[in-house]
């Protein structure tokens, strides 16, 4: 089943107002958000960094964890009344715009 960003926003929207009973304030959803990029990024350092891993973190889910940030992240898009489609269609024609040859001209990436 394929999910657009707009069927998430109303999935989450409707889950929260029949599971969750409301939405936590922004600034908790922000400090929430910035929780579970920290789990993301913990992964990361021991999956592809130097880190290793403890036994406490063996049986961990990146797949799982990035939900975890694109969820948060939903509930703040919802609750500030953003459509994350048209911002991400938006983002990626500013990107597209402003690195046209950036990125084919470092040196860094050939």
């Known amino acids: 089943m394929s999910l ?4 998430a926003q109303e999935q989450v929207d409707q889950w929260i107002k029949t599971i969750g009973v409301r939405y936590f304030n922004e600034l908790t959803n922000t400090a929430i958000l910035m929780e579970e990029v920290g ?5 990361m350092a021991r999956k592809y960094g130097e880190q290793s891993f403890k036994k ?4 961990v889910d ?18 500030t009344g953003i459509n994350l489609t048209e911002a991400f269609e938006r983002n990626m024609e500013k990107k597209t715009k402003r690195d ?3 990125h084919k001209e470092n040196e860094k990436l050939t």
Do not use: H, K, P, Y
């Open 100 to 102: 046209f040859e950036r």
């Open 62 to 79: 990146l797949g799982d964890e990035m939900a975890d940030v694109l969820w948060v992240l939903i509930c703040l898009a919802n609750q």
């Open 56 to 59: 406490s973190d063996e049986e």
């Open 4 to 7: 657009t960003l707009e069927q």
């Open 39 to 43: 789990e993301v990024a913990r992964i």
